[in-house]
């Protein structure tokens, strides 16, 4: 997927914001990205907010299977298979931050990508289980 622009059609910063979660694939999002990356100006930047860390999920699972525990009385046994369950049920793309700086190594016209993690108030999983990116 390639687009040529003249200098007229070049955007200083492309945002994809709470959306990369219902993407289909990690090849898709790399397209996306791909196409931004012709799209943006030298200089410019792509910014990624509200990604699903991957590298947190089995942490999100266990927070939340935790929660169901207590309410209904599990033992380690019922935990286990709820976290299997949930495991397996997970429709949604989840990325590790590590993909971002990868895609620096691979694509010559990146050079810095930015990890930005949530800082707001509260005790949600958009604040603890998920972050913004900027590539620039």
């Keep these: 997927m390639s687009v040529k622009n003249t200098q007229a059609e070049y955007y200083d910063t492309a945002v994809i ?3 990369v979660q219902y993407f289909p694939s990690q090849t898709y999002l790399e397209k996306v990205i791909e196409l931004l990356l012709t799209s943006v100006c030298p200089g410019g930047q792509i910014f990624i907010g509200d ?3 991957l590298d947190l999920h089995e942490h999100f699972l266990l927070a939340v299977s935790e929660l169901k525990a207590l309410d209904n009385g599990w033992n380690i046994d019922e935990l286990q298979r709820q976290l299997l369950l949930l495991r397996n049920a997970e ?3 989840l990325i590790s931050p590590a993909y971002f700086y990868a895609l620096a190594e691979k694509y010559k016209s990146i ?11 509260g005790d949600t999983e958009m604040v603890r289980y998920r972050y913004d990116v900027v590539i620039h």
């Excluded at 810095?112 to 108030?121: A, G």
């Design 111 to 121: 050079y810095h990508v930015d990890i930005e993690i949530k800082t707001e108030f």
């Design 17 to 19: 914001n709470s959306v």
């Design 51 to 53: 990604v699903r860390n």
């Design 91 to 93: 429709e949604e793309l």
